[in-house]
């Protein structure tokens, strides 16, 4: 029995020390001045909470824009004259063919 009333004795001391702390806490110049803090922080949440939010004001979004295709653009070069011509004689298939054309300086193609 010895033994365990040593080993209760700090116990007491910790119960005694929340007893003393919470009568601390609860008491009337402590209580007076938690209920001070609670109302101030209340005011001051229902003030925040009342202003206006100053955020950026848009106008309406605008409407989608179709979207624009990838369209090479090339140069204008001024017409270039040529001549081309070909023939093919075949003795064995009895192919014989033959093709010319021709571009002007005006761009008028013949053939």
Not at 66 to 95: A, F, I, M, T
Request: no cysteine; charged share 20%.
């Amino acid at each position: 029995m010895h033994q365990f009333s040593n080993f209760l004795q700090p116990n007491m001391k910790v119960k005694s020390f929340w007893k003393k702390l919470l009568n601390h806490i609860f008491s009337k110049e402590t209580y007076f001045f938690l209920q001070l803090i609670a109302l101030i922080s209340i005011i001051g949440l229902s003030v925040a909470l009342s202003m206006e939010i100053d955020r950026p004001r848009y106008g309406p979004p605008s409407p989608p824009q179709p979207l624009q295709g990838y369209r090479v653009v090339e140069p204008d070069h001024p017409p270039q004259p040529y001549k081309y011509e070909y023939s093919v004689r075949d003795q064995n298939s009895g192919s014989n063919y033959q093709a010319a054309e021709s571009k002007d300086q005006a761009g008028n193609v013949v053939g």
